[in-house]
Nanobody, 114 residues
Framework: QVQLVESGGGLVQPGGSLRLSCAAS????????MGWYRQAPGSQRELVAT???????DYADSVKDRFTISRDNTKNTVYLQMDSLKPEDTAVYFC????????WGQGTQVTVSS
């Protein structure tokens, strides 16, 4: 069993930045990919960004050039750097890890508002 714990969410003004962290309870080296998803009230969970074990990344069109996903295998942690935040980025952000099984964290709230 793997536990994923997200942190770094909060309230930020439009145009601001946040960095989310996803800490895994064991080595992330074996996961084929890890990713960030988000879910706004009344909406379905959607992909934000993914990163493979080889370091390849993919982003939703809505966050390209604003968000950056990265991973630190030595710290068993995946990050999501979010810049130029917009009110429409407001959501609960979830981390996942895909190996033989799919694991999810509990989520962290991000609110972008003036």
């Amino acid at each position: 069993q793997v536990q994923l714990v997200e942190s770094g969410g909060g309230l930020v003004q439009p145009g601001g930045s946040l960095r989310l962290s996803c800490a895994a309870s064991r080595s992330i080296f074996s996961f084929n990919s890890m990713g960030w998803y988000r879910q706004a009230p009344g909406s379905q969970r959607e992909l934000v960004a993914t990163i493979t074990s080889g370091g390849s990344t993919d982003y939703a069109d809505s966050v390209k050039d604003r968000f950056t996903i990265s991973r630190d295998n030595t710290k068993n942690t995946v990050y999501l750097q979010m810049d130029s935040l917009k009110p429409e980025d407001t959501a609960v952000y979830f981390c996942n890890a895909r190996g033989l099984r799919l694991y999810w964290g509990q989520g962290t709230q991000v609110t972008v508002s003036s």
